[in-house]
């Protein structure tokens, strides 16, 4: 199948990458890994599980955000996420498996459940197909074309009288 | 020279080209180009009547209370808006007030995560000093199989450096080497022979 492309394809798959609690705090703008690739240093392990499984899930899910890896730099691993204000947080990540990894920043800079929740339900307010303008993304772009509705003043003239323009410049003084 | 409109006859305008008028002379100046102001209305505008609206008064009254119901709904629904952007906005009171319960809670949560740092720092330094400790024995067990190794190398060569000296001593000199060769010649070794299964010839 050509869609199986590379290691372990199903990292690719939109249900995969979806499956991911971690949505970082708005307030996070790059996220950092540095870790060891030789397979015998064992407290790496972690660090490196959660590269392989579980930063395509928080990329996608954080398309926003900067994500870069560091790789064999350092005798221990760990993660640092660089705030809007600035300062940074560390996280020491020494012998912990991916879970606990991912546990711990979903905990730390990432949104809460309820969050989420209220975020779904306000994106699905903001697409309320009764509202108009199509440069904002709406389906209808005017009143004018729903049938019933006053034509549009392009196609169909508006009578005088409903004009401002008549009316200032006195022709409701006019006998017909 | 200024042009002034038909109606006024030649020699008004003659009059009034001649007379100075004041108007702006700096910035975007507007040259008087109307009937001056001293020039009385023209008589066949003089006692007009006014115009009359021809629009039924109940019409526009009932044009006016919908106008005015309208503002007041609209002004209403405007007031209201504000309020209510002014009480649950991002910058209004509850937003001010959720973004500072926002930032102590990720305070508590870095100081969280300080903790959870040393605690992995500290279990950090058991596994490097056990990792150290086992480096230590291993290191002592390899000097000792090295030590091991050329002590029995030095066993060795003592041994054979004794079977060497015994056999020396019992060396052939020149003076004594045809007596050697007689002697050996006299008792010949023959290594092929039979053994019981005692070791007896």
Not at chain 1, 111 to 121: I, N, P, Q, T, V
Request: glycine fraction near 4%; include cysteine; proline fraction near 6%.
């Amino acid at each position: 199948m050509s869609f199986m492309k590379g290691i372990s394809p199903i990292r690719r798959t939109t249900n995969y990458l979806n499956a991911s609690p971690l949505v970082l705090k708005r307030r996070v703008k790059i996220l950092t890994v540095n870790f060891n690739e030789n397979e015998e240093e064992e407290h790496h392990k972690g660090a490196r599980d959660f590269v392989f499984w579980n930063l395509p899930q928080v990329q996608y899910k954080n398309p926003n955000v900067q994500i870069v890896t560091f790789r064999n730099l350092t005798p221990s691993p760990f993660i640092t996420c660089f705030l809007e204000d600035n300062s940074k947080i560390l996280f020491d990540v020494d012998s912990q498996s991916n879970k606990e990894i991912m546990d711990r920043l979903v905990k730390t800079v990432g949104k809460s459940k309820e969050l989420l929740e209220e975020e779904a339900l306000a994106s699905e307010a903001k697409s309320n197909p009764a509202n108009f303008c199509r440069r904002l993304g709406f389906d209808r772009h005017c009143i004018c074309e729903m049938p019933g509705q006053v034509p549009c003043p392009i196609m169909v003239p508006v009578p005088k009288h409903w004009r401002g323009k008549w009316w200032n410049q006195g022709h409701r003084y006019e006998e017909e | 020279m200024l042009k002034l409109p038909s109606s006024i006859s030649q020699r008004s305008q003659n009059c009034v080209s001649l007379i100075f008028v004041r108007h702006k002379t700096w910035g975007k100046a507007v040259i008087p180009h109307k009937k001056p102001r001293w020039i009385p209305m023209a008589r066949s505008k003089m006692f007009v009547n006014p115009p009359t609206l021809l629009i039924p008064k109940e019409e526009l009254e009932h044009e006016e209370s919908l106008k005015v119901e309208y503002e007041r709904r609209m002004n209403a629904l405007a007031k209201y808006l504000h309020d209510d952007e002014a009480k649950f906005s991002d910058r209004g009171e509850a937003g001010l007030k959720e973004a500072e319960i926002e930032e102590q809670e990720h305070r508590r949560l870095v100081q969280e995560n300080e903790e959870e740092n040393k605690r992995v720092a500290e279990l950090r330094k058991i596994r490097l000093q056990k990792e150290f400790e086992q480096k230590k024995i291993q290191i002592q067990k390899e000097v000792q199989a090295q030590q091991e190794v050329e002590e029995e190398r030095i066993r060795k060569a003592d041994i054979y450096v004794r079977e060497q000296a015994e056999q020396f001593a019992n060396r052939i000199l020149r003076p004594d080497l045809e007596g050697a060769i007689l002697k050996a010649l006299d008792n010949p070794i023959d290594p092929e022979f039979a053994i019981d299964l005692h070791g007896h010839i």
